[in-house]
């Protein structure tokens, strides 16, 4: 089985602070992304990366970053993090062929972030 | 803009019944859809998929149908059972297009 490991389950940090998310996957997964979960607002793509040190911005990139200097590690970086990052982050990895597609992606258990 | 809309947020089915959970999307290009399943706690898992070479894809209590022409799918559940509680997301991708949509989520009960 496919084992997504994602660094905190939760986690509490102030206004401004530079806050870093750590996932791993250890299945030689091609393919890693970063999402944020909002109530009534699904699931919604930060960052993916398809290869080492190679990334691209999803559809909220706005005051991330990421990471991967590694295969089998993502790291999401929030740069000085605000209030409007509070949320659910998940980390998922898929095998590689592209970007993801006709792959589904296996997801970590999720990281709480509340930023105060 | 959500391309994949859940428009139902919640559902409540007795447990041996049929629970029909819908999804809508927008983006005629979407030729990959996805349903998962998500428990409180824990990342959402990977239930069951169908491409749009199909319109129909089975495995076991679980079925999504596809219909290309009025951009909507749905997942079928039968017979419902109380473990299958918990919150469904579709999600769709495109051939041309590198990421997937996600829906709002549909937060399904079974009543035992």
């Known amino acids: 089985d496919v084992k997504v490991t994602q660094s905190s389950r939760y986690l509490v940090k102030r206004t401004g602070e530079k806050v870093f998310l750590e996932c791993v996957q250890d299945?030689?997964?091609?393919?890693m992304f970063w999402y944020r979960q909002d109530p009534g607002l699904g699931l919604r793509l930060i960052y993916f990366s398809y290869d080492v040190k190679m990334k691209e911005k999803g559809d909220i990139p706005e005051g991330y970053s990421v990471s991967r200097e590694k295969k089998e590690r993502f790291s999401l970086i929030l740069e000085s993090a605000s209030t409007n990052q509070t949320s659910m982050y998940l980390c998922a990895s898929s095998l590689g062929g592209g970007p993801g597609r006709y792959q589904p992606q296996h997801f970590g258990d999720g990281t709480r972030l509340s930023i105060l | 803009d959500q391309q994949v809309k859940q428009n139902s947020p919640s559902l409540s089915v007795q447990e041996g019944r049929i629970s029909i959970l819908n999804c809508d999307y927008t983006n005629s290009m979407f030729d990959y859809f996805l349903w998962y399943k998500k428990y409180p706690a824990e990342g959402p898992t990977f239930l069951i998929s169908i491409s749009s070479i199909k319109d129909k894809n089975e495995d076991g209590r679980f079925t999504v149908f596809l219909n290309k022409s009025a951009k909507h799918l749905s997942l079928h559940i039968v017979p419902s059972q109380p473990g299958d509680s918990a919150v469904y997301f579709c999600a769709a991708s495109a051939w041309l297009g590198n990421q997937f949509y996600f829906g709002t989520g549909t937060s399904l009960t079974v009543i035992p």
């Open positions: 299945m030689d997964h091609e393919n």
